[in-house]
């Protein structure tokens, strides 16, 4: 899998757009990029994932550079339910194991 | 909610003991993973099962084995266990059509909080 690079932590603002980044330097054609978080020692909880394309769902939106070596987590309109940790995750299409990193801690502050 | 049950909830055990952590995949799905969180280790991938059988594994020790069953649910059993098994430990499914199946998303239960006193 490759590796990936995110800030250890991040604050914002309750009801401005969270901007979450993740480098991927090393990442290969075929493998995909999820974004995970857990919230205060709850399981993981999926949010999106892209290949090549912007992504968006009723959660996020993923921008993923045309070289697809790094990419953005967008959450819209923050909320205070949103602070978590925040796991970007790289993968080859093969077998579905998730191989977390550290993650960035997402402080959403009133 | 996921939809991944896992039980217990706590789970307070002395060191050298054995114990078995459950866990009921979502409705359907077939593949079946384990993690153990710690605090200083992050999130760890153990073991995979799809459709009882073991598809990957990862950082697995010895002393823990873990089965998928005929019903899809699956056991983690950790065995003399030791001061630094205390941790989360969480069970996750995916649907997995076929044994190939990739791409899919992972849906994580609220998982098992084991303490080896």
């Known amino acids: 899998d490759a590796k990936t690079t995110q800030p250890t932590s991040m604050d914002c603002a309750e009801g401005r757009a969270a901007n979450l980044p993740c480098n991927h330097s090393?990442?290969?054609?075929?493998?995909?990029v999820y974004w995970y978080r857990q919230i205060h020692s709850q399981g993981p909880q999926y949010i999106i994932h892209?290949?090549?394309n912007n992504e968006t769902n009723e959660m996020a939106s993923l921008i993923i550079t045309e070289d697809r070596k790094s990419s953005t987590l967008i959450l819209p309109h923050a909320t205070l339910r949103d602070t978590a940790v925040y796991y970007c995750i790289v993968r080859v299409n093969a077998g579905n194991m998730l191989t977390f990193g550290g993650g960035t801690r997402l402080m959403v502050k009133p | 909610d996921s939809g991944v049950t896992q039980t217990p909830k706590h789970l307070i055990t002395a060191t050298g003991q054995r114990v078995t952590l459950r866990c009921s995949p979502r409705s359907g799905d077939l593949s079946v993973y384990w993690y153990q969180q710690s605090l200083d280790q992050g999130l760890q991938f153990l073991i995979q099962?799809?459709?009882?059988?073991?598809?990957a594994k990862g950082n697995i020790l010895e002393r823990f084995s873990a089965q998928q069953f005929p019903d899809l649910h699956s056991e983690l059993n950790l065995s003399s266990l030791e001061l630094g098994d205390s941790a989360l430990y969480f069970c996750?499914?995916?649907?997995?059509?076929?044994?190939?199946?990739?791409?899919?998303?992972?849906?994580f239960g609220s998982g098992t909080q084991l303490s080896v006193l």
């Open positions: 996750a499914s995916s649907v997995s059509p076929d044994r190939f199946a990739t791409n899919e998303k992972l849906f």
């Open positions: 099962y799809y459709n009882g059988e073991e598809r």
């Open positions: 090393t990442i290969s054609g075929n493998e995909y």
């Open positions: 892209g290949l090549k």
